[in-house]
Every structure is written in C-alpha cells, then in structure tokens.
C-alpha cells in the first residue's frame, strides 16, 4: 500500500481521499487480492467500516482490517476471512492514531483471460463497488 504523508497522518490534508490496493487474503470475501481502494482518510470509523491502519509492531506496513467494536485502548479489528489471522486477536487493540482512514470504494481489475462478451460484462457489472460498513459482520466477529 502507499504510504500517506505526515500531513494526511494528522488529519490536515488538502486531499482527503488516497489510493491503496489489497495484497493477502485476510478481507475476503469482501476484498481479494489485487483490488484498488478509495481510503477517505481520517474519516469517522463507526463498528462494521473497513479501515486502514498501521500495524501495532510494525507501523511501516498498513493494513487492511474490518473495525469491530470500540473497546479500551482503541479498535478491535478482524479480516473477514477468518483463517488468515493478522488481527486483533493477534496484537490487540489498535489505538486511535494508527487507524488512518476508512475504505469507501472498491474496483477491482479485469483478469487476464475474460474475454468473452459474457466474462466482459459480468466483470463491468461487478468491477466498481461502494464499501460499506457491515454491522452484521461487525456482531458476528465479535461473537468469535
């Protein structure tokens, strides 16, 4: 993922909104691989959002991860591929100034190969996507 400036990081940016894209499997099947996201940073995150953040011990990496539920300390955040870990359950909670922006749109590129007009069209009807905040699966992780 890109890295956001300093200016971005303290929520005084004159663009609001960055590019980033997926690399793993720990947001499907909401997010796979290869996607490209619109991440509106320093935006509200409410429980059920799809947010980027630093990781906790190593924070020149960010994150993709699905914000759970507000509890002391920061976010408890969870893939929504349960068996690709990397989560809250590993390094705990996320503490509000790691967490840089939530994702707001998804597009994800043609694959190599879809060429007949069928493949074609079920890829533009599926290709651009709004994210949004999934409080069904915001209550389900937390159950875990």
């Known amino acids: 993922m890109p890295e956001p400036s300093q200016d971005v990081e303290r929520g005084r940016s004159t663009v609001p909104f960055g590019l980033a894209e997926v690399t793993g499997p720990s947001m499907v099947p909401t997010l796979y691989h290869g996607d490209q996201l619109v991440v509106r940073y320093g935006a509200r995150v409410r429980p059920g959002d799809v947010i980027v953040l630093r990781h906790p011990f190593q ?7 699905r914000a759970v539920e507000r509890r002391e300390g920061g976010w408890w955040v969870r893939g929504d591929n349960a068996y690709a870990g990397g989560d809250s359950t590993d390094y705990g909670t996320v503490p509000d100034e790691l967490v840089l922006g939530a994702v707001r749109f998804r597009y994800r590129p043609r694959k190599r190969g879809q060429r007949s007009p069928l493949a ?5 009807l599926s290709a651009a996507r709004p994210v949004l905040a999934d409080r069904s699966a915001s209550r389900r992780l937390r159950a875990r």
Request: hydrophobic residues 65%; proline residues 0%; glycine residues 0%.
């Open 59 to 65: 924070q020149d990496l960010l994150v993709v991860k």
């Open 120 to 124: 074609a069209l079920r890829w533009a």
